[in-house]
């Protein structure tokens, strides 16, 4: 229905913008993202082992480069202001009254990816690299650590660099039963716990999105739990946007916004 349409485009809201992004390894093409718009939201990627999933999240973490451009920002209220109302001859009283053609035909509102749809605020990941990834958090799959480092050395590391509340990290720690080797170095830790620890990392500071790439892996059922809970809540509390890559079913723990598949080295919204 418009409404719904109308509200998309009307309301502020962080998203990711990808423009001809491609990956290449030498001369061999990894992964083409075409042009898509992600608003905020809660996400599964799904693809075959290799497909490039990780290389993906990696992309947008700013751990690999690549071609192209990766925007984050913030829809404006496009067209809303009451002189260019005035001037379209469209009421506000409209934006909710469904007429669509005279809305579109006015260019009040504008299709996403449009040239005018784009926010002052975007922040491009290649010209804007330091504030785009204060933005954006990510955990690896199989995450390492130097292992002379400790925990406590990590925390404070991220919440020097994120900003973040240290005392609100060493909770989930404590959530998870890992907060007693807190000033052990990490490599006396099992994988387990190295997981873990990274998960707590991603969560730390003030991200528009946190990218986990197989969260639930070497993590046991209690874990998994609390991490889909977690996900819930600050997606829920604080509109935290998420991508997830995982084999691993969900069932019901995560309520997510759509899903993301990679097919013949492309990534694309899902059917």
Not at 79 to 88: A, I, V
Not at 147 to 170: H, N, Q, R, S
Request: charged share 25%; with cysteine.
């Amino acid at each position: 229905m418009f409404i719904k349409d109308c509200k998309f485009q009307v309301e502020g809201f962080f998203m990711l913008q990808f423009r001809k992004v491609e990956k290449y390894y030498g001369a061999h093409l990894a992964l083409t993202v075409p042009d898509l718009d992600l608003q905020k939201g809660m996400y599964w990627i799904q693809g075959e082992n290799g497909s490039g999933k990780t290389t993906f999240l990696k992309m947008l973490a700013g751990l690999h480069p690549f071609k192209g451009e990766i925007f984050l920002g913030e829809k404006r209220e496009m067209g809303l202001s009451d002189n260019r109302l005035r001037r379209s001859g469209v009421k506000r009283s409209e934006l909710l009254s469904g007429s669509d053609s005279r809305l579109q035909d006015s260019g009040v509102l504008r299709k996403p990816g449009s040239e005018e749809s784009g926010s002052e605020k975007s922040l491009s990941i290649l010209k804007d690299r330091n504030d785009f990834l204060k933005k954006v958090n990510y955990a690896e799959a199989e995450p390492l650590y130097p292992p002379f480092l400790t925990a406590k050395d990590l925390v404070e590391l991220y919440g020097a660099t994120k900003k973040a509340d240290i005392d609100a990290a060493k909770q989930q720690l404590e959530e998870l039963h890992i907060l007693d080797a807190y000033e052990q170095t990490v490599g006396t830790y099992s994988s387990g716990m190295v997981k873990k620890l990274s998960l707590v990392l991603a969560f730390m500071g003030n991200p528009d999105w946190i990218l986990l790439d197989e969260p639930l892996i070497t993590i046991d059922v209690a874990a998994v739990e609390l991490v889909c809970k977690w996900i819930n809540d600050w997606h829920a509390r604080k509109g935290i946007s998420f991508l997830i890559s995982s084999h691993q079913s969900f069932a019901d723990g995560l309520k997510f916004t759509g899903k993301l598949s990679v097919v013949e080295k492309k990534l694309q919204v899902a059917s």
